[in-house]
């Protein structure tokens, strides 16, 4: 089964968790890891990764704590996701064929990456404040941008015949 890491989910429940408290403050650790229901150990790790990665902010001292480092609609899934975990790569093979010497004559390397492309599409679409405005527009996500349609042919129809 394909799975997103643990580390991953609770990264994205605590920077959301940040995003709903808005400008009404910071939330300490203690707050972060009870409303989401993270083991404190865990969270430790989390939250010092998403503030190596500039996503949030630590503020030591009484009106200390955690807070978004920038406005939740500016951070997407894919940065949380990556500054939690590792560049999203659903197989080894799509990460340009390193580490597979099947890479050049593989059959299937191609629905791994298109997979692949389509994952980091939608992670790369979906703002963090997006997840604060239900319901959330799937359809955004997952539908490609408009192409332009083909120019007629010769005929006035959009064949391509010459």
Not at 31 to 48: Q, S
Not at 68 to 80: C, E, G, K, Q, Y
Not at 137 to 149: C, E, I, M
Request: hydrophobic share 40%; charged share 25%.
């Amino acid at each position: 089964m394909l799975q997103i890491p643990r580390r991953v989910e609770y990264a994205l429940r605590a920077i959301v968790a940040l995003a709903r408290a808005g400008d009404a403050g910071r939330l300490s650790f203690k707050d972060i890891a009870e409303r989401e229901d993270i083991p404190r150990d865990y969270l430790a790790k989390i939250l010092k990764e998403l503030v190596d990665a500039e996503l949030i902010e630590s503020r030591r001292g009484a009106n200390g704590g955690y807070s978004l480092a920038r406005p939740a609609d500016d951070i997407s899934f894919l940065a949380v996701i990556e500054a939690a975990d590792s560049p999203v790569a659903v197989n080894h093979c799509t990460e340009n064929g390193v580490g597979c010497d099947q890479a050049t004559d593989c059959a299937i390397a191609g629905v791994w990456q298109a997979a692949e492309d389509a994952m980091r599409t939608v992670f790369a679409r979906t703002s963090v404040g997006a997840m604060l405005h239900r319901p959330l527009d799937l359809g955004r996500l997952t539908t490609p941008p408009p192409t332009a349609a083909p120019a007629p042919g010769p005929c006035g129809c959009p064949c391509v015949r010459s």
